[in-house]
């Protein structure tokens, strides 16, 4: 019991924000993405999809199964879900039918939001009332936004317009 106290009392200690202190380094990857200032690959001009994105949503239907990916630029693949795996397979009367999707979205949806990720890009092109629409409609009912926010490029001299960053307060 003793020895409990000591951790959590040593736990509080590095917890605490010191006086005096006016920066803080924030040592997550994706922070910079979140802020919308990291760099993301641009691509061609002449490439039909395109490389602007952070992270891209990937729907990958097969016979029996679908997987749903979340890919990275750069690291690829960071959420996976699919009707293969046992824990949702069990629960399913069809491993691809409209209600597989309807509930494959919802889990994917859940996942992201567990990893922090809210936004995505999406190339998707589905059919009015499709397997695929319903799958997007869940994502945006679940709160994933299926868009990318414009990335903030640096103010050069010449520029004519100098638009607000989101995190500075002019009030």
């Given amino acids: 019991m003793a020895s409990s106290k000591r951790i959590y009392h040593k736990i509080q200690e590095l917890h ?3 006086e005096g202190v006016r920066c803080m380094v924030n040592r997550n ?9 990291a760099y ?26 679908v997987t749903a990916k ?8 960071v959420v996976e879900t699919s009707t293969s795996e046992w824990a949702i397979k069990q629960h399913l ?3 691809n039918d409209t209600s597989a999707y309807v509930n494959l979205a919802k889990i994917f949806a859940a996942r992201c939001m567990e990893a922090g990720l809210t936004e995505m890009r999406c190339d998707l092109q589905p059919k009015k009332d499709g397997k ?15 868009e990318e926010p414009a ?14 960053k989101p995190w500075e307060v002019t009030e």
């Fill in 16 to 18: 605490k924000a010191t």
């Fill in 29 to 37: 990857p994706r922070n910079l993405e979140r802020l919308r200032i």
């Fill in 40 to 65: 993301r690959t641009e691509g061609y001009h002449l490439e039909r999809t395109g490389r602007n994105f952070w992270h891209k949503l990937e729907l990958i239907p097969s016979n029996k199964y």
């Fill in 70 to 77: 979340l890919n990275h630029f750069q690291n690829g693949t």
């Fill in 93 to 95: 009367f069809k491993a």
């Fill in 132 to 146: 695929v629409d319903k799958f997007l409609q869940t994502l945006r009912e679940s709160g994933i936004l299926l």
């Fill in 151 to 164: 990335r903030i490029k640096p103010i050069q001299p010449w520029d004519m317009l100098r638009p607000e």
